[in-house]
């Protein structure tokens, strides 16, 4: 029977060869290019950010990271990136919370809009990262050039390389990417074997990755405590606290679409985004200036002192940070969930760690960002894999594969982090 079957359905014909090496130079040049775009983006922000937060406080005799300088900051940057909705062409694109990793094409007029509102959220302070908008950049871009210049490659070979390069370049590694692409593969009707269908894609993606590891030399790894053989208690660390974590940021997704209505019941950009900066900077006030920004260099500064803070403490920058990540992508800055997730889920762990001495730092932090990404992303292979790297130990992944399966339970079928434009989360 099983060999009647098989017979029945015969394996997808291979792409001949003479198919896939036209697409290896558009994909390599499509990966640089997404790769520097990232990183131009992301180093002009950098540069705006030493201004604001170190330059301008010293010369007005201000601490830093005052309240009174975070209030004031905070909000100014919902101010001018309000400025730049209300009065920029193209209104720096669509409601950010109807928006995911997988972006539509948008028109060029968008863009210099959407990256100068992208720039000042980076600097600013608002807890979101710089994946959606970016990615959605990249893809106006690539698309506009590739249907200029190859006019006659298909038009959704354009997205799909645009969005693995800069999923590649934002994590240094081209695995994300193809994890992503396969992901999605799964749920389209595709002709061919898998790997012809990627082959492009990870190409792009190898090519934004080396690009970025070149030029900035990115590192995941928090430097946590080693990690030695997994135990029994640590499988039941990593099943409880994945599952908690999930849970928690099921909280925040929930509450999305009523946070959301009540800022857009203001109307209009120059309220919605002044007023959410006020309440971010008045979250900070709380949760202290960790909590600020996309989470990535905070995250490492937290997991570098395992035992520097107190359960009181990591429970404390974990509410602020989920709540800061609820308002700012409520209130319409431009900005991906994803950077400020792992913040969330790394401080989760260690407050564990903290509760529970016996949590190794390491199962804790790995366990915590892949239960908060589930449920913010719903993307179960970025969620592994990024739980995975910030350890770098080879023993954490069964764990993780593990507990990755009651956390799931969860959150599939439940509503998304993403809005519909009639305010309806997605499921």
Known sequence: MAQDTAQQAPAAPATPARALLP???PALVVGVGASLILLGVSAAAEALQDVLWQNLPDALGVGRYSVLWMLVMLTATGVAVGLVVWKVPGHAGPDPATMGLDAPVLPPVVLPGLVLATALMLAGGPSLGPENPIIAVNVAIVF????RFLPRAPGGLWPVLAEAATIGALFGTPVAAALVISEALAGRQVTGA???NV?????AAAAGALTTTLVAHPSFDLHLPAFGRPGWGDLLA????????AVFGMCAVRAFPYVHGAFSRLRHPMLMLPVGGLVLGLLAAVG??????????EVGEIAADPDGWSAGEFATMTAVKLAALLVAASCGFRGGRIFPAVFVGAAFGL??????SGVHPSVGVAAGVLGMLLAITRQGWVSLFTAAVLVSSPAIIALLCFASLPAWLLV?????????????PVR
């Open 199 to 203: 082959f492009a894609p990870l190409m």
């Open 288 to 297: 202290g200036h960790l909590t600020l920004f996309k989470g990535l260099e």
């Open 144 to 147: 506009w050039l590739g249907r």
């Open 23 to 25: 697409l290896i130079l």
């Open 351 to 356: 407050c564990a760690h903290a509760l529970v």
């Open 238 to 245: 990593a099943l409880v606290i994945a599952s908690a974590a």
């Open 412 to 424: 599939t079928g439940r509503p998304q982090m993403q809005l519909r434009d009639d305010g309806t």
């Open 194 to 196: 898998l790997w012809d």
